[in-house]
């Protein structure tokens, strides 16, 4: 059971470093890309022992990452 709860600990504190290190790029983002993440987040924050959830939020910040990373490529592109 503590090994069950280790294990659960560790990835939602991976999910957790994932939302802040989507935080710190949210200004290449345009405004309402993340919506889908509110969505995620709140089926997550109802039922935050459902793994499909938390996996469902990992994807979306990879996605959202990926995104602002694409975004801030190109903004240095045309600057």
Known sequence: MIK?????VK?????RDKCEEL???????????????KVALKKYS???ENNQSRERV???V?????LADRNRKEE????
Do not use: H, V
Not at 11 to 15: E, K, M, P, V
Not at 76 to 79: E, F, M, V, Y
């Open 4 to 8: 069950t709860l280790t294990e659960k």
């Open 11 to 15: 990835l939602i504190t991976a999910t």
């Open 23 to 37: 935080a710190m790029t949210m200004e290449f983002l345009k405004a309402g890309t993340i919506k889908p993440l």
């Open 46 to 48: 109802e039922d935050y």
């Open 58 to 60: 990992d994807k979306i």
């Open 62 to 66: 990879m996605q959202l990452i990926q």
């Open 76 to 79: 240095g592109i045309l600057n």
